[in-house]
């Protein structure tokens, strides 16, 4: 049995002050004070503020080209060629999905992400390699990273006979979530791809994550293709749509049909809050109880530059994108990266609560506001109550090569 | 007479192997080896990435609450509620105008800037002790930060009687440019407002800066009227103004011709490049030669919680904001936090060139597009020859109290 682990003299959320005891990966207790035992392991944490474990709701593990040469950018802006430019880069760069899904989620251990559902490509050219791959790295991390495999499409599903296929042995092998990718825009085939997505969710009895990129009434027109479908299968509380640019659009009474509808069929939505394109209001998804994730999307990758795997960056892009300035509204972009997050994918023990799996971060700083605005090297990252980061460095035993 | 500074191993804006010797707060010499002579003060940079000296076009340094207890958000959203909520709050949170400024100053020195525009509200209420309170710091940092202060009528001009008075009084005090706010929005009289601030400038011989956050056709309204102004007045290259949502309306062909206009008038633009704001695209102001430069605006004040000084995180929220993802387009963005500041502050011997002021940051990145992605601690700070910082950390001779 594992020595008891203790928190002393943390700030739970940014408010009380408390003690907590971790024991087999759960909260044992959480107190004004918890007494020492003789063989306890104690952290004195000197008042900091304690986070509940962050949540990563869209990245790419297979995507990454962290810890690699950097990779100068220099390719169009289209959906399209980012993705076609990013299918040939994968045979020129020696983009090894295990090696590079490790690094990104070694690298989200230390900025205290304890779990990630990530969308991994699927395609015709790569076949399930680059799948195997973050496959193998979430065994690897199984202990300390939560890991949801969504299997996509990427390069499309109709225009690229054999991928369903593939995405159908995919989710055989190990895949929890079906992918799909704008319906219309990349497959030109709206009905036909939908079709096949849901026919594999119900097929797998699994939920489904559609990249939804289209812009105003096109997309307005494959969301309510994807919720006529929720609505006929009875899929209620298994879709999430991800980007969703569409609910950005001008239209403000066609928007608010749609979000009623949505909250309506339980569905859930992921932002990255991109500050150059449309996006859902966190405030309207909060005002109908519709769960709304936030995700990194890709990081330092083939399609952008940017990125680092912090959850409160991205908190704060969240929080910069929806102008909230008030400490309630920014309490409400860091929900994006944990609560709502969590209720996204499903992890029913998330909290720092007693009897919970002990996922949680600490940050020197005084308030919750101040641990999105401010984001400063974490202290102490606990994943199922194993300390997996200090300092913003990863514990050597969970680096990646 | 000062020792020479032989910065040895750097790499000069990303490429090109070099070393740098510094004397007299000048670069003396930029050659791929300099040979140390006996008494140089020598740093080994180890291949680190060398920058120009950042530079904060557009910020507020007697607003911070910057190392002051967290004070929580509640206000309004308006600008309006905004500044309402600011003049009653400098009399109920401790704001000293001196104490505050200094400490954005040294933190904004441990992050690589070396120059700063400041606007300093003026307003009947506190009259000129804010103004006063920044001159302090300005002249305590004069030798290692460039500060321009605005004299910015934050209340209203033309709603406050009086208020241009104090702005006169402000600029015969060491005041360097004439600011303004919103002529419709705010002042209900547009004519009144740009009448005076236009009769303030030529009166004082100095530059204008307005704040022009009114939208779409109400925002293209009051900017026509100030680009009238330029004109009469022959005041090109005088005149900056600073948000200019109205440049991000909907209508391309309208602001395609402001633009123009904008350009022919040698008219300079800044930006915060907020995500949930219209916003002048940098790469349009690029193709005409329109300076644009961006600055951190508010940094954790009564109006945001946001904002820690670092102009290289600021340079990503401009990259993020105009979706550059090509390393050039990177640049680009990081060009608005130098080059062109350098220019719409009128900086003349500014770059990394023998000769100029040696004002330099030295990061630890492979690519000049890491530095704007990644941001990691500045490994050295030097401003006009003096090392300021090291490791993120302002020396203790320029920290604040």
């Not at 029913?348 to 919750?368: F, I, P, S, T």
Request: with cysteine; aromatic share 4%; charged share 25%.
């Amino acid at each position: 049995m594992t020595k008891r682990l203790l928190l002393k003299n943390l700030r739970l959320m940014g408010d009380t002050s408390a003690d907590i005891a971790i024991e087999s990966g759960r909260f044992l207790q959480i107190a004004p004070s918890i007494a020492p035992q003789p063989d306890d392991i104690i952290e004195d944490c000197e008042g900091a503020l304690a986070l509940s474990g962050l949540i990563d709701g869209h990245t790419h593990l297979d995507k990454t080209l962290w810890g690699m040469d950097w990779h100068p950018h220099a390719q169009g802006k289209s959906l399209q060629q980012m993705i076609d430019t990013e299918r040939a880069l994968r045979h020129e760069l020696d983009m090894d999905a295990k090696r590079q899904s490790a690094r990104q989620v070694a690298l989200s251990l230390s900025q205290g992400t304890t779990a990630i559902r990530s969308h991994v490509d699927i395609d015709t050219d790569h076949g399930l390699r680059l799948f195997e791959g973050v496959a193998e790295t979430r065994a690897h991390y199984a202990d300390v990273m939560q890991i949801e495999i969504v299997a996509f499409p990427q390069s499309g599903m109709m225009i690229r006979e054999g991928t369903t296929e593939l995405m159908d042995q995919a989710l055989s092998d190990g895949a929890d979530i079906v992918g799909g990718l704008d319906p219309c825009g990349i497959d030109r085939d709206p009905k036909g791809q939908l079709d096949a997505v849901f026919g594999l969710a119900e097929k797998h009895g699994k939920p489904v994550d559609i990249h939804l990129h289209e812009p105003g009434e096109m997309g307005a027109f494959s969301l309510d293709l994807i919720l006529d479908r929720t609505e006929a299968l009875a899929m209620q509380g298994k879709i999430t749509v991800s980007h969703a640019f569409c609910l950005g659009m001008q239209d403000h009474a066609r928007v608010s049909d749609l979000l009623d509808r949505i909250a309506a069929l339980d569905v859930s939505l992921a932002t990255t809050a991109p500050a150059s394109r449309p996006v859902p209001s966190v405030a309207a998804c909060r005002e109908r109880g519709i769960p709304i994730c936030a995700g990194n999307d890709g990081i330092r990758d083939t399609w952008t530059p940017y990125g680092n795997a912090d959850m409160l960056e991205r908190a704060m892009l969240v929080g910069l994108r929806n102008n909230f300035r008030a400490d309630v509204e920014v309490t409400w972009a860091l929900d994006t990266c944990t609560v709502d997050a969590a209720r996204i994918m499903g992890l029913k023990d998330y909290g720092l609560e007693v009897g919970n799996r002990a996922d949680l971060v600490l940050v020197d700083v005084g308030a919750l506001s101040e641990a999105v605005t401010l984001r400063p090297a974490r202290r102490l990252v606990i994943s199922a109550g194993q300390i997996v980061a200090r300092n913003g460095q990863t514990v050597s035993k969970w680096q990646a090569a």
